[in-house]
């Protein structure tokens, strides 16, 4: 005796009219997440202020420091005792300008 119950043809359980309270759609959480990059320039010939522009296009013209105490991450991209200065306002950095740049530099990698 083969009484099997499938529940074929059977029609699923028709949802209410009005769907059950979801969750609000997922945030977009893609761009927020990463840091944002140290941004290095290198300085102009006499350049002595920042010359970045905001989003409003304003110039920051920020005083261009030399700068001593950088973390490690920052000395890995300008090498071991590098000379480079940073934006008061910004914190644009800025490496000296290679064509004043002493030929006893070594590149680093
Ligand atoms: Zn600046």
């Known amino acids: 005796m083969a009484e099997e119950t499938t529940p074929q043809g059977a029609p699923p359980p028709a949802p209410s009219a ?3 309270a979801t969750a609000a759609p997922p945030a977009p959480a893609a ?3 990463a840091p944002p990059e140290q941004k290095i320039k290198v300085r102009k010939p006499r350049q002595r202020s920042c010359d ?3 989003a409003k296009g304003k110039l920051c013209a920020g005083h261009l420091k030399r700068w001593y105490d950088y973390p490690k991450d920052v000395q890995a991209k300008i090498g071991e005792d590098a000379e480079i200065y940073r934006c008061e306002f910004c914190k644009t950095l800025y490496k000296p ?3 004043q740049m002493p030929h006893s530099f070594t590149l680093r990698y």
């Open 18 to 20: 009005t769907p059950p």
């Open 31 to 33: 761009a927020e997440t």
């Open 52 to 54: 970045e522009k905001d």
């Open 97 to 99: 300008d290679p064509k």
